[in-house]
């Protein structure tokens, strides 16, 4: 390498290492001014630009070298790693919600902890889980610092002291990220100065990029003589289209985009900003549209990059390098440190953030666990220095990798390794919220099936091209044998290695998930618990508005199991690995949520116990909050998934309550109105009859009134029964129905015909207008005629008298047929044009003199959502109500096909 640059413009050894300390001095700088705002109640962070700017810690150093290398050599293919991020940003209702809702409810701090949770606290499974991260996420951390060790080899021409320089630099971000990665140990109150100083180096790189692309535009516009450009131009030419690269494809391109979106999810680092450290869930809507501007930002030059590098720069300078090669290359060195700082900020934020997650993750699974087990006190002071401890081994093990495996590659090969491994927690995360049926043994065997796979098919040659191993394994295979050739496993060829490895691996360990999941079913602990993860219930709690899991959690459960232990002793527990104000906070959110006084006692029960969990779970991770809690209690404590049972139970209950009792009211209004209805018809009856009888010499006139009023109330009070009878049948389902096609313009014919005698009697008009054409409907004929007389019988009713006017109109809309039966009577208030469908309402005022069952409208609504159409009320142009009834269309006779849709006017009177 050093020989390539030895023509170009260089940067003193020395300047290049004093940017790059200096840079990380702000960096510490940052962080303590965002730690500082924060003590003082000015988050920094609360803000979803900031948030949207940490999520660029995706944007590592193979963003900022990495994919300039890959677009000069294989043009548009560095584009997939960015689309699947771009992807689950925008679907991120359907993808990040669930997991940051879940998250925030049961305060879960890592990947880890979330899969353990899920499945039954399974200690071993998040034990597994997290060694599974740590050994796919070192090569990543490698491929950081050969990043940075590469970009000091170029500026400085090779000029020796590369190797301390990085060293040196490696030590300085361990420092940082013990420092502020592990200030408080409850992770889930978020790294104030930390996500400050990576939102910071986000807008560095981003900025750096940027400036390249317009300085390299600058000198493309201002080149006169016109060689350069053309240059340019004719490599642009040369661009191959995204089938003409060698063993590449469009499957490849769609493995690729899916292998990004999956790795941008389940990253250490990326589960670090996207979930625990979100302030407010409306940061991440807002992220949704701000990542994807800052990613497709930040990749605006690339192809002009590497471009002119491969125009510029002489042959043996290696495409990864063209970032900082050409500001030399244009003796533009001031542009050049300023590239050089971008690059060490990609690489850096990376390794600060990744570093930090992993060490929580070994914390809480791990050591806290295992130091509990063996009877010790564990101290809030000890488990943070182990932490700490953690952090610089994460980012020495990362070193040791790239001095023995990462000199002899591409960066891009580096990192699709990684991505990779961390791919093998896709299918336990999908049946995490999709499967209840899916078991933590199957989980764990699908992962360790999955990872021997993905060992074998992407790590092991990554390992063979570092010398480790025999080259001709990749060729014909260990000890020959071709269908072992670890990138066309058994035998099967097309595909890049890449795709391979993902098919593979991914395949292999889904397939096993399944499997011993069905073998081994889980237990009825790890299903109650599943119902709270799985993403259908999550989007059907929030649009119900639902209690959250956190409200569930301390629900009143009914249950007589207490602890002996008085809630001081936990209370103390609590406070060793809580701040004091974070747990003031939490009690008085506690007693509020269950109606207790701010300075009531509290007992230790279910409610509690699955609180105080909670609350640990932040701090040491779920299974050593379990061990502490079960140490102070003396005792079994119920178990977190047990409570969530008791409380969906008590839940369901309470809910089959409330509904008993208001079908009970229901029950006790109904009989109550059709007795009220019945008696008046029968008291009119037996009064007049009364009357009748005993004044035998009542005149005919009188007496030929009384008759026809019994006559009528009696009519009135068979309709009320017959009504109470149709009405009874369509609630119970057992009312018949035909099912044919129904020409709806004869239906209101047919209303017309019966109910124009009335109108004309009482002194009003009915105007009908329907269609031309068939207005075809799939039905029953009578119900129909049923619908439409109630609502013309209403309207007649409550019009003028006299002149009242009544106007009945079929036209067509969007989703079939529309029925609009108007009167110029006083209309439905609009606080009332929903209960007035009910049984037995009668709006106030003007329409109580009526003398209708109040069951003409129920019956209506009934018919017609048995037909999948609706109907509402609102006010009508004539002045009185409008009543909109609206059915799917059916299939139109042929003769009628071609015929226009106009109306048909079948007159008035």
């Known amino acids: 390498m050093a020989e390539a640059t030895r023509g170009l413009g260089l940067v003193a050894p020395g300047v290049a290492a004093a940017a ?105 499974l998040g034990r597994w889980v997290a060694l599974a991260l740590v050994v796919v996420s070192i090569p990543y951390v490698a491929l950081q610092l050969k990043a940075i060790a590469l970009a000091f080899e170029i500026v400085s021409g090779g000029a020796g002291g590369e190797a301390a320089r990085t060293f040196w630099l490696v030590v300085v971000l361990a420092l940082f990220a013990a420092l502020f990665g592990t200030r408080r140990l409850d992770v889930t109150e978020r790294h104030e100065g930390l996500v400050a100083a990576v939102a910071f180096e986000s807008a560095v790189k981003l900025g750096a990029f940027l400036l390249l692309g317009v300085v390299i535009g600058a000198v493309l516009l201002g080149d006169a003589e016109g060689a350069l450009r053309a240059a340019w131009w004719d490599a642009w030419q040369a661009v191959p289209k995204i089938d003409a690269v060698a063993a590449m494809g469009y499957g490849d391109w769609l493995a690729l985009i899916v292998l990004a979106g999956v790795a941008f999810v389940l990253l250490p680092r990326q589960f670090q900003v996207l979930v625990v450290e979100n302030v407010r869930a409306e940061h991440l809507t807002r992220a949704s549209w701000q990542f994807p501007l800052y990613l497709w930002a930040l990749n605006l030059f690339v192809v002009p990059v590497a471009l002119l590098g491969k125009v510029l720069l002489p042959e043996g300078v290696i495409s990864d390098s063209f970032v900082l090669t050409v500001p030399l290359a244009l003796h533009e060195h001031w542009l050049a440190v300023v590239v050089f700082l971008g690059g060490i900020s990609a ?39 182990v932490r700490r401890a953690v952090i610089v081994a994460v980012i020495a093990a990362g070193y040791l990798f790239f001095l023995l495996a990462g000199e002899s590659h591409a960066l891009i090969a580096i990192g699709l390794v990684s991505f990779l491994g961390v791919a093998q927690l896709a299918p336990a995360v999908v049946a995490a919220f999709l499967w209840p049926g899916a ?54 060829e097309g595909m890049a290695p890449v795709t391979a490895s993902l098919v593979w691996s991914v395949l292999a360990n889904g397939v096993v998930l399944i499997a011993v999941s069905v073998l081994c079913p889980p237990d009825g602990a790890t299903r109650a618990i599943a119902r709270r993860f799985v993403a259908d219930q999550l989007f059907r709690a929030s649009r119900k508005g639902a209690a959250t899991i956190a409200d569930a959690s301390v629900a009143p459960v009914r249950s007589h199991w207490r602890a002996k232990t008085q809630s001081s002793a936990v209370l103390e527990v609590l406070a060793r690995f809580v701040s004091a104000e974070r747990l003031e906070e939490a009690l008085r959110a506690f007693r509020a949520e269950r109606g207790l006084a701010a300075d009531a006692p509290l007992v230790v029960d279910e409610a509690f116990v699955a609180f105080a969990e909670r609350l640990l779970s ?57 007795s009220h209805e019945l008696r008046t018809p029968l008291a009119a009856v037996r009064a007049y009859a009364e009357l009748l009888a005993a004044d035998p010499d009542i005149d005919r006139e009188t007496r030929r009134k009384f008759y026809q009023t019994m ?162 009320v609102d006010e009508s142009p004539l002045g009185g109500a409008r009543f909109v009834v609206t059915l799917p269309r059916g299939t139109v006779s042929v003769e009628n096909r071609e015929r226009e849709n106009e109306p048909q006017d079948l007159g008035g009177g």
């Not at 962080?31 to 944007?59: E, N, T």
């Not at 990554?462 to 990749?474: D, H």
């Not at 061990?627 to 139970?649: I, Q, Y």
Request: glycine share 8%; net charge neutral; charged share 20%.
């Open 347 to 385: 690489a850096t934020s990376m390794v600060i953030v990744e570093s930090v997650a992993l060490a929580t993750m070994i914390s809480n699974d791990w050591v806290a666990p295992w130091w509990l087990r063996r009877g010790k006190t564990l101290a809030a002071g000890h488990l943070l220095w």
């Open 711 to 872: 006559v009528r109330e009696s009519e009135r009070l068979t309709r009320l029964v017959n009504q109470v009878l149709d009405l009874a049948k369509l609630d119970s389902g057992h009312a018949e129905w035909r099912h044919e096609a129904v020409d709806l313009r004869r239906v209101v014919q047919e209303v017309a015909e019966t109910i124009r005698p009335v109108v004309r009697e009482r002194g009003g008009e009915l105007r009908v207008v329907v269609p031309q054409e068939e207005a075809i409907c799939f039905g029953d004929h009578d119900r129909l005629v049923q619908l439409l007389l109630n609502l013309v019988g209403n309207a007649v009713q409550f019009m003028k008298v006299p002149r009242g006017r009544v106007a009945v109109t079929l036209q067509p809309d969007a989703q079939g047929w529309r029925l609009i039966v108007e009167d110029n009577g006083p209309g439905v208030p609009p606080e009332e044009r929903q209960a007035i469908f009910e049984r037995f309402h009668r709006a106030a005022q003007s329409r109580a003199h009526t003398t209708g069952t109040g069951l003409g409208l129920a019956i209506a609504k009934r018919i017609a959502e048995h037909m999948g159409g609706a109907i509402a």
């Open 618 to 674: 932040g701090a040491i991770g779920g299974v050593a909050a379990r061990l502490v809690l079960e140490g102070v209690l003396g005792e079994r404590a119920p178990a977190w998934d047990e409570v969530m049972a008791l409380v969906d139970e008590a839940r369901a209950v309470r809910e089959a309550n409330e509904r008993l009792r208001e079908l009970d009211r229901m029950k006790d209004e109904f009989i109550a109105s059709v």
């Open 20 to 124: 790059a300390f200096g840079y990380l001095l702000l960096l510490f700088a940052v962080a303590f001014w965002a730690d500082r705002r924060a003590a003082q109640h000015r988050s920094v962070i609360d803000r979803s630009w900031v948030y949207s700017l940490s999520i660029g810690v995706y944007c590592t150093a193979w963003t900022f070298f990495g994919s300039v290398g890959v677009a000069a050599e294989r043009g548009l293919w560095f584009l997939p790693i960015y689309f699947g991020p771009t992807l689950v940003m925008l679907a991120a209702p359907l993808v990040l919600v669930p997991m940051l809702r879940v998250a925030k409810s049961l305060r879960l701090t890592s990947l880890s902890d979330l899969l353990s949770t899920r499945f039954g606290h399974s200690a071993r």
């Open 439 to 492: 078991s933590a043994v199957g989980v764990a065997a699908g992962l360790f099936v999955g990872l021997v796979v993905w060992g074998y098919t992407a790590l092991l040659p990554l390992l063979i091209r570092s010398g480790w191993f025999p080259e001709a394994w990749l060729v014909v295979g260990p000890a020959g044998i071709a269908w072992l050739r670890p990138e066309a496993l058994f035998g099967v």
